[in-house]
């Protein structure tokens, strides 16, 4: 935009740097994870895990790590293991039990885990299913 009047570049000036500003804090404000639906929620946690953009879940509450991740995806949530798969609408599909156990079985490579010691606090990462099987998972 060329303007000819002092007055009139110094207000483009501005509202281009004020643009510019708005732009940077968009892109750097991420979602909260508990309002990703549940279909979209297990890239979001890999591509945060794996950027260092999540805090650490290790020592803390159930209530504390729903939180920041939102519900697992398993109905048995006061167990000690709590799930997110990547493809949750094909697992929905198949019509299998959302209990942690056959999630794991069932999805092998294709979720996350979380584990809780007997204090109810959280005892792991965010691991693949794939590196590291839950406990009497099999």
Known sequence: MR????????????VSVAVGATSLLLIGRQKPLPEIPQSERFSAMINRRDTGAM?????????????????????????????????????????????????????????????????GRASTFLYSLSAAQPPNAH
């Open 3 to 14: 303007c000819s009047k002092p007055g009139h570049r110094a207000l483009v000036a501005i």
């Open 55 to 119: 805090p650490s879940l290790k020592g803390k509450t159930k209530n504390e790590i729903r939180g920041i991740l939102g519900d697992p995806q398993n109905e048995d949530v006061e167990r000690e293991v709590w799930i997110w798969l990547n493809d949750w609408e094909g697992y929905k599909t198949r019509g299998l039990a959302r209990d942690w156990k056959t999630m794991a079985t069932h999805s092998h490579a294709d979720g996350l885990w979380i584990g809780f010691g007997s204090d």
